[in-house]
């Protein structure tokens, strides 16, 4: 059975920093892509990064491209999110996704597409002042 369960979600103020955690189990991730998605109060939810458990490969939206960082952790199978330089336009639930790899053109298509296999709970990320 694959889990994949957020945490490190929290309330900061503009310019804070926060890191997001996604614990895998059920799944080797080298096989896999593991994807943060968000979605924001009334709209719909978009890819914010992807990565390759196989290669590394990443990919970032633009609007946190320089400020978020993406990476995984084989021995703990833990996938982070490393968000800096917050600001209001970033308060989502924000949710990690899987999907195989050898389902994928590539890690941007699992982030433009938003249609994993696979799907966490969720973690809120608030940014207010």
């Known amino acids: 059975q694959v889990q994949l369960v957020e945490s490190g979600g929290d309330s900061v103020q503009p310019g804070g920093s926060l890191r997001l955690s996604c614990v895998v189990s059920g799944v080797t991730l080298d096989r896999y892509a593991i994807g943060w998605f968000r979605q924001a109060p009334g709209k719909g939810r978009k890819g914010v990064s992807c990565i390759s458990g196989n290669n590394g490969t990443t990919y970032y939206t633009d609007s946190v491209k320089g400020r978020f960082t993406i990476s995984i952790d084989h021995a703990k199978n833990t996938v982070y999110l490393q968000m800096t330089n917050l600001n209001p336009e970033d308060t989502a639930t924000y949710y990690c996704?899987?999907?195989?790899?050898?389902?994928?053109?590539?890690?941007?298509?699992?982030?433009?597409?938003?249609?994993?296999?696979?799907y966490g709970q969720g973690t809120q990320v608030t940014v207010s002042s």
């Open positions: 996704a899987a999907d195989p790899l050898n389902l994928l053109l590539s890690v941007q298509a699992m982030c433009v597409m938003d249609a994993a296999l696979y």
